[in-house]
């Protein structure tokens, strides 16, 4: 199998077996992206069980997505370099022993460590899945094969809080990790029958170490700072002391700054880059790349900021809250099988729109229509019509990206629009969950005054709800001498939860307006081209 530079070390799989190499990296896919939501409706009872504290609650996710985001990009190099199916199979090695820790462990930080460690594994794991997709198939199978890969993504995000409510309510929040030692085996195994193995021929077949350590610490100290500022204050702590998340923001900034005049004057020495940032002049990929870490960004940021409300002010199971998000997981699967004909009908810059706009209507929706009294029919309706935009947007994304981008240069565009994807998703935790706590801090004091709680009372109940993410708020509820505070703090979960899902409809509107400026032939072409050289 060669793609231009590219060059096989596996014969060529047959037409069967390469359906089954899809379906060995759509699984090796779906498990990654569901461990990014799987442990959501199991947070408050991690919470109460291990003693997380909410600014660990969303390390413990937002680290996942971030080493997903900081690595692509070294990663996506590293398996063109030395081998697709290698780094894959590491890859799956890393994230399953990674899981089985992240299921034993009784501590905050050792969880969130697990989670880092599993964090890296999905990051070997991710880019080689799509530069695989893109390097098997071709024509239409290749569009074929792209949906899948896509809407894998948008779907099994979904499917994840189900699965974590099921174990959580009739097992354990343990098994939300453990499950991923069977599938992940399985998945090896898939990989090693049917999976060829793919890397790149070149002059400079050299890791840009340098490159791969600023972008890694460059994202790591944005990320941190979007997460802490709500601990240590955007500017300054309680103690009046300088905070140290405008330092770590301003750093992370001149890191990514450094890190692409590094790349670009590395490319125009003839030198080997981390990744060829020219792709970025590609009018496709460029504002395709900026929607898709959009969507990203609302979806995950939404998936961790809803059960939180669903069980801590509605009064949800875990199990009830991943029945709910499900409808979410129905409404993408559903509108898959169709959007082919859309495509075809339409075009796939269209559809893309068209699932933007379905997310952005759900989501402001659910805003407006939040209330102590909203059933779940309702909730249900929001989030199923969420789910067919993902459906439509998610699963059309990647063709979009990558239709102008050149074969030669697939594996470093994959590894680039994946990174995109994966920084979405973290900033999204970050972003959407420190918008949460800070405003469930702010509305649980005012809730608290209207409702006649003495002010000598108030900054306790404010400190433990916003601490706990609201996790405190059902105890607080259950006993006769708080339940005025808790009533009032539910009241303020609303009122927090109606502001974080306002932006996070405001987000994707952006994405949606970064689609406007899509060449208008993209998804119109038909990649109907053969290969021009034995794959």
Same mark, same amino acid.
């Given at each position: 199998?060669?793609?231009?530079?590219?060059?096989?070390?596996?014969?060529?799989?047959?037409?069967?077996?390469?359906?089954?190499?899809?379906?060995?990296?759509?699984?090796?896919?779906?498990?990654?992206?569901?461990?990014?939501?799987?442990?959501?409706?199991?947070?408050?009872?991690?919470?109460?069980?291990?003693?997380?504290?909410?600014?660990?609650?969303?390390?413990?996710?937002?680290?996942?997505?971030?080493?997903?985001?900081?690595?692509?990009?070294?990663?996506?190099?590293?398996?063109?370099?030395?081998?697709?199916?290698?780094?894959?199979?590491?890859?799956?090695?890393?994230?399953?022993?990674?899981?089985?820790?992240?299921?034993?462990?009784?501590?905050?930080?050792?969880?969130?460590?697990?989670?880092?460690?599993?964090?890296?594994?999905?990051?070997?794991?991710?880019?080689?899945?799509?530069?695989?997709?893109?390097?098997?198939?071709?024509?239409?199978?290749?569009?074929?094969?792209?949906?899948?890969?896509?809407?894998?993504?948008?779907?099994?995000?979904?499917?994840?809080?189900?699965?974590?409510?099921?174990?959580?309510?009739?097992?354990?929040?343990?098994?939300?990790?453990?499950?991923?030692?069977?599938?992940?085996?399985?998945?090896?195994?898939?990989?090693?029958?049917?999976?060829?193995?793919?890397?790149?021929?070149?002059?400079?077949?050299?890791?840009?170490?340098?490159?791969?350590?600023?972008?890694?610490?460059?994202?790591?100290?944005?990320?941190?700072?979007?997460?802490?500022?709500?601990?240590?204050?955007?500017?300054?702590?309680?103690?009046?002391?300088?905070?140290?998340?405008?330092?770590?923001?301003?750093?992370?900034?001149?890191?990514?700054?450094?890190?692409?005049?590094?790349?670009?004057?590395?490319?125009?020495?003839?030198?080997?880059?981390?990744?060829?940032?020219?792709?970025?002049?590609?009018?496709?990929?460029?504002?395709?790349?900026?929607?898709?870490?959009?969507?990203?960004? $609302?979806?995950?940021?939404? &998936?961790?900021?809803?059960?939180?409300? %669903?069980?801590? #002010? *509605? /009064?949800?199971?875990? =199990? +009830? !809250?991943?029945?709910?998000?499900?409808?979410?997981?129905?409404?993408?699967?559903?509108?898959?099988?169709?959007?082919?004909?859309?495509?075809?009908?339409?075009?796939?810059?269209?559809?893309?729109?068209?699932?933007?706009?379905?997310?952005?209507?759900?989501?402001?929706?659910?805003?407006?229509?939040?209330?102590?009294?909203?059933?779940?029919?309702?909730?249900?309706?929001?989030?199923?019509?969420?789910?067919?935009?993902?459906?439509?947007?998610?699963?059309?994304?990647?063709?979009?990206?990558?239709?102008?981008?050149?074969?030669?240069?697939? $594996?470093?565009?994959?590894? &680039?629009?994946?990174?995109?994807?994966? %920084?979405?998703? #973290? *900033? /999204?935790?970050?972003? =959407? +969950? !420190?918008?949460?706590?800070?405003?469930?801090?702010?509305?649980?004091?005012?809730?608290?005054?209207?409702?006649?709680?003495?002010?000598?009372?108030?900054?306790?109940?404010?400190?433990?709800?916003?601490?706990?993410?609201?996790?405190?708020?059902?105890?607080?509820?259950?006993?006769?001498?708080?339940?005025?505070?808790?009533?009032?703090?539910?009241?303020?979960?609303?009122?927090?939860?109606?502001?974080?899902?306002?932006?996070?409809?405001?987000?994707?509107?952006?994405?949606?307006?970064?689609?406007?400026?899509?060449?208008?032939?993209?998804?119109?072409?038909?990649?109907?081209?053969?290969?021009?050289?034995?794959?």
């Amino acid at each position: 199998m060669t793609v231009d530079n590219d060059i096989a070390e596996s014969p060529n799989p047959a037409p069967q077996r390469r359906w089954w190499a899809l379906a060995a990296v759509a699984l090796g896919v779906s498990l990654i992206i569901m461990d990014a939501t799987v442990v959501n409706v199991a947070l408050p009872v991690v919470i109460q069980d291990i003693g997380l504290t909410a600014t660990q609650a969303e390390w413990m996710n937002a680290v996942y997505s971030l080493m997903l985001a900081a690595l692509l990009l070294t990663t996506g190099r590293a398996g063109d370099l030395w081998g697709r199916r290698r780094l894959l199979l590491v890859g799956m090695g890393v994230f399953i022993l990674a899981s089985v820790v992240a299921g034993s462990v009784d501590s905050g930080g050792a969880l969130i460590a697990a989670r880092l460690v599993q964090g890296v594994g999905a990051a070997m794991i991710l880019p080689a899945t799509l530069s695989t997709v893109n390097a098997i198939f071709s024509g239409r199978e290749r569009a074929i094969a792209f949906a899948v890969w896509g809407s894998t993504i948008g779907g099994m995000a979904a499917v994840g809080p189900l699965v974590g409510g099921w174990l959580t309510t009739d097992v354990t929040w343990r098994w939300a990790f453990w499950l991923n030692v069977p599938v992940g085996l399985l998945v090896l195994a898939l990989v090693v029958w049917a999976v060829p193995e793919t890397r790149e021929l070149g002059e400079h077949r050299t890791l840009d170490l340098r490159g791969a350590a600023l972008s890694t610490l460059g994202m790591g100290a944005i990320v941190f700072a979007l997460i802490e500022g709500g601990q240590y204050g955007w500017w300054v702590q309680d103690s009046g002391a300088i905070s140290p998340v405008p330092i770590a923001m301003t750093a992370g900034i001149l890191l990514m700054v450094l890190f692409v005049v590094d790349q670009l004057r590395r490319q125009r020495a003839g030198k080997p880059v981390l990744v060829d940032l020219t792709l970025l002049r590609i009018r496709s990929f460029r504002y395709g790349s900026l929607a898709a870490l959009v969507v990203a960004l $609302g979806e995950f940021g939404l &998936l961790f900021t809803l059960p939180l409300l %669903l069980q801590n #002010a *509605l /009064g949800y199971s875990a =199990l +009830g !809250t991943g029945w709910l998000v499900l409808f979410l997981a129905i409404g993408t699967f559903l509108i898959s099988g169709a959007t082919p004909q859309f495509t075809a009908r339409l075009g796939a810059r269209a559809v893309v729109r068209l699932g933007l706009a379905c997310e952005a209507i759900a989501v402001g929706g659910l805003a407006i229509t939040l209330c102590m009294s909203i059933g779940g029919p309702a909730i249900a309706a929001w989030l199923f019509l969420y789910g067919a935009g993902v459906g439509m947007a998610t699963a059309q994304l990647t063709n979009v990206i990558l239709v102008d981008v050149p074969v030669a240069e697939s $594996g470093q565009a994959s590894g &680039l629009q994946s990174t995109f994807r994966q %920084l979405g998703s #973290a *900033l /999204g935790v970050a972003i =959407l +969950g !420190t918008l949460l706590v800070v405003s469930l801090g702010n509305s649980t004091d005012d809730h608290l005054a209207s409702a006649g709680v003495p002010a000598d009372s108030r900054p306790a109940v404010v400190e433990s709800v916003r601490h706990s993410a609201g996790a405190v708020i059902p105890s607080l509820q259950a006993d006769p001498s708080t339940q005025v505070a808790g009533d009032a703090a539910a009241d303020a979960m609303i009122t927090a939860s109606r502001i974080t899902t306002g932006v996070a409809a405001v987000i994707i509107l952006l994405g949606l307006a970064a689609t406007l400026a899509l060449p208008a032939s993209v998804g119109r072409k038909e990649d109907d081209e053969e290969p021009s050289q034995s794959r």
